[in-house]
């Protein structure tokens, strides 16, 4: 017998009931607590450290009541637990299952996974409960909203069509009732020819009754001396009087196809249903989003006009469609209802440089800084860059529907630039040069404002060579606008960019002081040059498709009703 007292070996508390239990932080201190999330156990004074992650949801409990979790059953062999877990094959195992079949695996203890497995679904259930769940329940509820307005906005359609049919019976009824006029003139003058005509016949009657009567007289008195001195006019009258001939017009209607009648009474677009990214929601065959179609108007209303109090107006975006974000000549950006209340304003971080806005899917601003070569992010009034560039100058930029952003650059040394598409402010794409390697974007920092389709064509109001320029999502040039042949004064000026829920795009003329709607391939389909614009600047859409046009100098917002 040796005469040295053994001290036992203080194991880990579920091998041995008869070890001192200690602390699995400090390791000095019989435990007390177990935090059932984690499975890691402390003493008295260390469970304060232990809470101060505040990123988990810990369950502290006293240790004697603390909730086992048992140990999975081994899948191959069944009077064995599986005390480990393999990361490769994604599984428990046991000690037998280590030895042959999962020899040089990354290994750990199953209780170990068990605890970051028990954190990941704390985090889904918070991440369902605080974010998702409420997000499904506002779609369903704003579906059953944009349900309940079905009614009334095909309502509106028929009304729409019915207004249009009476237009169209009244104007074929002045036509028809021009006609008749036309007619009633043609028959006088018919009749008058026909009654010139009946009064040279009648004089010529009338002469021969008279030389009849006159040769009668010379016959029956026998006289010698009127006989002799008697000429003959019947030559004179062997000669009739023209016959007036007068062909009577016809009226030969045209012949009016299908197709003719209903271009007149005008085209209904078709039912565009698609399906969105929106967040955290998943892609659905239904959209609830779009607003009910309807025809462009003939003469766009001006619905409000909003004072801004700039000296000078550069952009708008639509929050809602009685919320615009506007940026004019400073470093302040705002938030303004309808009637020019201010409700928000920020500044930006460097107090110079703010080059543009847009709002995000969730109502976020986001705006460029081409001082400091930043794309910035505002969440609650705090501002947090997102994006820092190198060698790269951020100029204009738009969220899109998948909420991703579109930024147009230049390089600093002015001698390129590119479309750039972000998602999760992590890049994704880069638009830069045609099928032949050209350019497809001019050099010059002038504004070029961006927006993205419903098709998801990606458009830039390039002023610097009087174009917009369209490409498709994967960047292959589609089409260059360069104006409509009309009797605009100045040369094709395009600004602003938008477009709107029936893939329409519409571009600020600035020069010339209107507004050009395309359609998604190009093709002009009208102005609106009323509603007093002045020098249009910035474009917004919002999702009702009322636009909202930001004014250069007099600084003012103006929204507009073209559809």
């Avoid at 820092?388 to 100029?395: I, N, Q, S």
Wanted: aromatic share 6%; hydrophobic share 30%.
């Amino acid at each position: 017998m040796s005469d040295v007292t053994q001290i036992p070996e203080m194991l880990h508390p579920q091998r041995s009931a008869q070890d001192v239990l200690l602390c699995d932080l400090c390791e000095t201190v019989p435990l007390e607590s177990n935090c059932e999330l984690c499975n890691v156990n402390f003493c008295k004074a260390c469970v304060r450290e232990h809470l101060s992650d505040s990123s988990k949801k810990h369950n502290v409990v006293s240790y004697l009541h603390r909730k086992s979790p048992s140990y999975p059953k081994c899948a191959k062999h069944a009077d064995k637990h599986g005390e480990l877990y393999c990361e490769k094959c994604d599984i428990p195992v046991c000690s037998t299952c280590v030895s042959k079949k999962h020899r040089g695996h990354n290994l750990c203890g199953v209780l170990e996974k068990f605890a970051s497995k028990t954190e990941m679904l704390q985090k889904d259930l918070k991440e369902l409960e605080s974010r998702i769940y409420p997000r499904y329940e506002k779609m369903a509820s704003d579906v059953q909203i944009e349900k309940s307005e079905l009614q009334t906005n095909y309502g509106e359609l028929t009304t729409a069509a019915d207004q249009q049919g009476e237009v169209l019976h009244q104007k074929i009824t002045a036509i028809v009732n021009r006609r008749k006029s036309n007619i009633e003139e043609v028959k006088k003058k018919h009749l008058a020819a026909l009654d010139k005509n009946t009064d040279k016949i009648t004089q010529r009657i009338t002469e021969l009754r008279k030389i009849i009567e006159d040769l009668k007289k010379i016959l029956n008195t026998k006289d010698v001396s009127l006989t002799s001195t008697y000429k003959s006019r019947n030559g004179e009258f062997r000669q009739l009087p023209p016959k007036v001939r007068v062909t009577l017009p016809s009226l030969s209607p045209s012949n009016i196809n299908k197709d003719q009648l209903n271009k007149m009474v005008g085209s209904l677009s078709s039912l565009s249903i698609t399906s969105e990214k929106h967040g955290y929601t998943m892609k659905s065959p239904e959209a609830a989003s779009s607003p009910p179609v309807k025809p462009l108007l003939d003469e766009p209303r001006l619905t409000a006009t909003i004072k801004t109090r700039y000296e000078r107006l550069f952009s708008v975006s639509c929050l809602t469609d009685e919320q615009v974000w506007t940026r004019g000549h400073n470093k302040i950006m705002k938030l303004l209802n309808l009637r020019g209340k201010l409700l928000t304003s920020i500044q930006t971080k460097t107090g110079i440089g703010l080059r543009d806005i847009t709002v995000t899917r969730d109502g976020d601003l986001v705006y460029t800084d081409d001082n400091n070569k930043t794309v910035n992010l505002v969440k609650n009034t705090q501002i947090q860059i997102v994006i820092t560039l190198r060698g790269w100058e951020p100029l204009n930029v738009c969220s899109t529907s998948s909420d991703d952003l579109l930024v147009i650059m230049i390089s600093n040394d002015r001698k390129q630039s590119k479309v750039v598409r972000y998602s999760g402010f992590t890049e994704t794409q880069t638009i830069q040069f045609d099928d032949k390697g050209r350019p497809l974007y001019s050099f010059e920092s002038y504004p070029k404002y961006i927006s993205e389709n419903r098709n998801m064509d990606i458009c830039v109001a390039d002023r610097e060579v009087n174009a917009v320029v369209v490409v498709n999502q994967s960047g292959k040039l589609r089409f260059r606008y360069t104006g409509h042949s009309s009797n605009t004064e100045e040369t094709f000026d395009p600004i602003g960019i938008t477009t709107d829920s029936q893939s329409h795009i519409l571009t600020a003329d600035s020069y010339n002081h209107c507004i050009h709607i395309l359609d998604q391939d190009g093709q002009f389909l009208r102005y609106i040059h009323n509603c007093d614009l002045h020098r249009p600047w910035g474009l917004s859409v919002d999702i009702r498709d009322n636009l909202f046009v930001a004014e250069w100098d007099t600084a003012r917002v103006k929204k507009i009703q073209y559809r």
